[in-house]
């Protein structure tokens, strides 16, 4: 009873009036991007329009209702777990999904990680790869003289999981061009919720997540397969410039 007497209070100060406004704004803006993205869920909710089961919550039962489906069928929202206790409104967070490799120590990251960044001159010294991985290259050539699209081109001659080496460098290089999978702690953003910002980062998850499949294809068997971290070194030798 409380909030929905709250809800119909009359702002009797200037500051106020712009708060009530501007949450009148959010929360039609909200509703409307329910009811243009989850028309069926919108259509078949129990929950009335006016319901607030968290009075101290910036946002009614449906506005938590509608971030939840995006949630779980769009992309994934950062303070998803404290939304209810939210006093305020909040935008899209673009944020980091895992630990950037550089705030880790090295010998507590994934075996592939260190195989991956090894390569890319990052990782162990040539002398250290017997101990680590099991062989030791003629040579390794440097990241700054590897063409690329040359790399691509190696890579798509071989069968799947080799065929993703490009996509588990570039996503371990942060240079995908996705969003998602670009994003650090220091240039993490926020996005406005509108309809073009929220299709914009489902379709950038979708391919974010497809990216990632293929790389753990890759890490699994660099980790299991001596064969295989030999072959990966030998197509990044190949797409050197030397």
Not at 52 to 65: F, K, M, V
Not at 67 to 82: S, T
Not at 212 to 217: H, Q, T
Request: glycine share 2%; proline share 4%.
């Amino acid at each position: 009873m409380l909030a929905n007497i709250q809800s119909f209070k009359i702002p009797i100060t200037c500051l106020t009036a712009i708060i009530y406004l501007e949450n009148l704004s959010e929360r039609v803006n909200f509703l409307s991007l329910y009811q243009k993205i989850f028309p069926e869920q919108w259509l078949e909710s129990t929950i009335t329009i006016d319901k607030q089961s968290h009075p101290t919550s910036a946002y009614i039962d449906r506005e938590i209702e509608f971030i939840q489906l995006v949630n779980d069928h769009l992309f994934p929202i950062e303070y998803i777990d404290e939304i209810e206790s939210s006093s305020e409104y909040n935008s899209i967070p673009v944020s980091p999904q895992r630990v950037e490799w550089w705030y880790e120590d090295f010998e507590e990251l994934e075996y592939s990680e260190k195989f991956l960044l090894s390569l890319m001159g990052q990782g162990y010294n040539i002398s250290q790869w017997e101990l680590n991985f099991g062989f030791t290259p003629d040579y390794i050539a440097l990241a700054e003289g590897i063409y690329f699209n040359k790399l691509v081109k190696l890579c798509r001659r071989y069968k799947s999981p080799l065929h993703y080496l490009d996509t588990a460098i570039r996503i371990i290089d942060y240079s995908t061009e996705n969003i998602w999978l670009d994003v650090t702690c220091e240039t993490s953003d926020w996005l406005e919720w509108t309809y073009e910002n929220i299709m914009f980062l489902n379709q950038k998850w979708k391919e974010a997540v497809s990216m990632m499949e293929k790389s753990n294809k890759l890490t699994h068997f660099l980790e299991t397969s001596l064969p295989a971290r030999k072959a990966a070194v030998k197509i990044w030798n190949q797409a050197s410039k030397a």
